[in-house]
């Protein structure tokens, strides 16, 4: 008598947890659009764009639809633009930890420190980061006034 091969449970997608359409979801209701941005090389993962309805705010998130792998957010802190803008960038930074990192404390304190950062055109050098199991979280300002943060998972 021949035993049954018990099925194999594939293992889970590497990812961040989140999907795109919840991204998108989240963000559209507060005036983002999103638009495919090809694919991203040269691993081939699919990648979207998103840019807030006003002042400059640009989002991209790479990775199948069901359990992205990266997403990346920039927004300008500009003395330039109305305050209203830039209170709705800080709300922006705030709901994309809330939707993709809910919860990483390390993450958030290291936000709220850029933000400060951002705000005054000032920066530290060059880009820090937090990792925590497989994640990695980092904060840059490629510019004065802006400010660039990012999730992925760890590259092994």
């Known amino acids: 008598m021949i035993a049954d091969t018990p099925p194999r449970e594939s293992a889970p997608t590497p990812g961040l947890g989140v999907s795109r359409s919840e991204i998108q979801a989240h963000f559209e209701s507060r005036g983002w659009t999103f638009e495919p941005a ?4 040269p691993t081939g993962e699919p990648r979207v764009l998103g840019e807030a309805s006003f002042g400059k705010a640009m989002f991209e998130l790479i ?10 957010m920039s927004v300008s802190f500009s003395p330039a633009l109305r305050e209203e803008t830039i209170r709705s960038h800080t709300g922006f930074l705030w ?15 290291l936000l709220g420190s850029h933000m ?3 705000s005054t055109g000032g920066s530290p ?9 497989d994640r990695v979280f980092e904060v840059e ?3 004065p006034w802006k400010l660039t943060i990012s999730a992925r998972l760890v590259e092994r």
Do not use: C, T
């Not at 990775?63 to 990346?72: H, K, L, T, V």
């Not at 709901?95 to 304190?109: N, Q, R, S, T």
């Not at 050098?125 to 199991?133: D, N």
């Open 38 to 41: 090809g694919r991203r090389r």
């Open 63 to 72: 990775g199948p639809e069901d359990n992205i792998i990266q997403a990346s």
């Open 95 to 109: 709901d994309f930890m809330k939707v993709i990192l809910p919860g990483w404390v390390e993450a958030y304190a």
């Open 116 to 118: 400060h950062w951002a």
């Open 125 to 133: 050098q060059g880009p820090q980061h937090a990792v925590a199991e």
């Open 141 to 143: 300002h490629p510019e």
